[in-house]
């Protein structure tokens, strides 16, 4: 009847679109007011058991990567200023990594619903103290030291010194490439 082929479409509509309801009042869909995610914090280097959180947040900003990021720093306070790594298990098993809003999309729209599962890795490091080491050793210069494989001098950032030999050094690069 006319009414199953409608009832039939809008059971097809809810499939498509995970963000609809159905009011079970008045059998006709809507939108959700928002967004539930489970999430799992790992916390690797220190050995700490597994945190399990729920929340919820608006539909608006569900496809927000930063929204979420700030939201993980609400709903976890270690997280603040760590950096994190975001990602969800597809249906073939593999761990996908989000990293902006459109990933974000992608990982709504093939998860199942209405409950959107995801895990957090984090590093104990805070982003200005991965900064600041980045800087220092961009800014690290050894005058009168050159690199005894490429010859470059001075050498700039990280510079290698072989424990067994008298006045070997090496840049990074040459370290890198395993040149002694």
């Known amino acids: 009847t006319c009414c199953e082929v409608q009832f039939s479409w809008k059971l097809q509509a809810i499939q498509v679109a995970k963000f609809l309801i159905i009011d079970t009042k008045t059998k006709k869909i809507k939108m959700a007011d928002n967004v539930s995610f489970k999430v799992i914090l790992k916390d690797k280097e220190n050995a700490v058991e597994d945190e399990l959180r729920r929340f919820v947040v608006d539909k608006d900003v569900s496809t927000s990567f930063s929204y979420l990021e700030q939201k993980l720093g609400v709903v976890f306070p270690q997280l603040k200023e760590r950096i994190l790594s975001i990602s969800w298990t597809d249906e073939d098993g593999d761990l996908i990594t989000i990293a902006n809003d459109e990933e974000l999309i992608i990982a709504l729209t093939e998860m199942p619903g209405p409950l959107y599962k995801l895990i957090v890795n984090f590093n104990s490091k805070t982003q200005s103290q991965t900064m600041n080491k980045e800087l220092f050793q961009e800014s ?41």
């Open 140 to 180: 690290q210069i050894h005058p009168g030291v050159a690199c005894d494989s490429c010859n470059k001098k001075p050498i700039e950032g990280n510079r290698y010194k072989c424990v067994v030999c008298d006045n070997y050094d090496l840049c990074g690069t040459c370290e890198a490439a395993g040149r002694h």
